[in-house]
């Protein structure tokens, strides 16, 4: 019997649930297909780059509290750079090493530095490189979250266009004609925000968190620096071995 009211007619299931997604992926359109597969693939790379930061910046924020504290701690400035070392994930830990093999250059490695001009460029120049590498692959995040959208859009437009031919084709307004190209144009909307949403909410905190890296880096800059410049000028009559050990002493006050 012919239901005209919309209904599905007596005696047959409607497909719901998985089953019916299923359904619509199996019977959808070569261009439909394509604009899937391109944002599966931008969501496994997005979700990549993901999990990759948040390890990366817990690391680096473990490290680096633990290098400062170890930093405010230490007597030499040796002890210091051996520790360096072992923290190769902290910003902080790599403007250390850095300015000091600045600062052995200018001094041999004691004594107050001549110049602390050089040490200042050191520092920054470190600093610079350690949050570009914080940042690197964040802008295929931000190019992800940007044009997946977009991507879903051209779907939505393609698979309307195919419902406006299949409306041509059948030559009479029916739910049969047109349900194919909307079914199509729906699920691409649906897959572009899938894809986009996640990479917007990743970018922003992780510019957040690289905002905290910039600003903790230029802090131990101008601690370090303060630090170096304090160092007491030794006297002539002094023995190296002695004047090496009491800089180092002055060091942090």
């Excluded at 391109?38 to 780059?49: E, G, N």
């Excluded at 520790?83 to 004594?111: D, H, I, M, N």
């Excluded at 880096?217 to 002094?238: K, Y």
Aim: with cysteine.
């Amino acid at each position: 019997m012919q239901v005209d009211s919309g209904n599905a007619p007596v005696g047959t299931t409607l497909a719901q649930g998985p089953g019916a997604l299923m359904d619509l992926l199996q019977n959808i359109g070569p261009i439909a297909l394509f604009v899937l597969l391109l944002l599966l693939a931008a969501s496994l790379y997005s979700w990549t780059v993901i999990f990759s930061k948040l390890s990366t910046f817990r690391k680096a924020t473990k490290e680096s509290r633990n290098f400062i504290r170890a930093f405010r701690k230490a007597t030499r400035l040796q002890e210091v750079a051996m520790v360096a070392e072992t923290y190769k994930l902290s910003p902080l830990a790599q403007v250390f090493v850095e300015v000091y093999e600045t600062y052995k250059r200018q001094t041999g490695g004691s004594g107050p530095p001549r110049n602390l001009a050089p040490l200042e460029r050191s520092s920054q120049t470190a600093a610079s490189e350690s949050i570009t590498a914080l940042e690197r692959r964040m802008t295929w995040l931000a190019t992800i979250a940007a044009t997946s959208p977009f991507v879903g859009l051209f779907g939505t437009v393609m698979g309307v266009v195919d419902a406006f031919h299949g409306l041509g084709t059948a030559g009479s307004a029916t739910l049969r004609a047109v349900a194919p190209g909307i079914s199509e144009a729906l699920i691409t909307t649906a897959a572009g925000l899938f894809v986009a949403v996640p990479a917007v909410v990743a970018y922003n905190q992780f510019t957040a968190r690289i905002r905290i890296f910039a600003s903790a880096t230029d802090d131990f800059c101008r601690e370090l620096l303060n630090a170096l410049e304090e160092i007491p000028v030794r006297s002539n009559s002094q023995r190296a071995s002695d004047a090496a050990d009491e800089v180092e002493r002055g060091l942090f006050k």
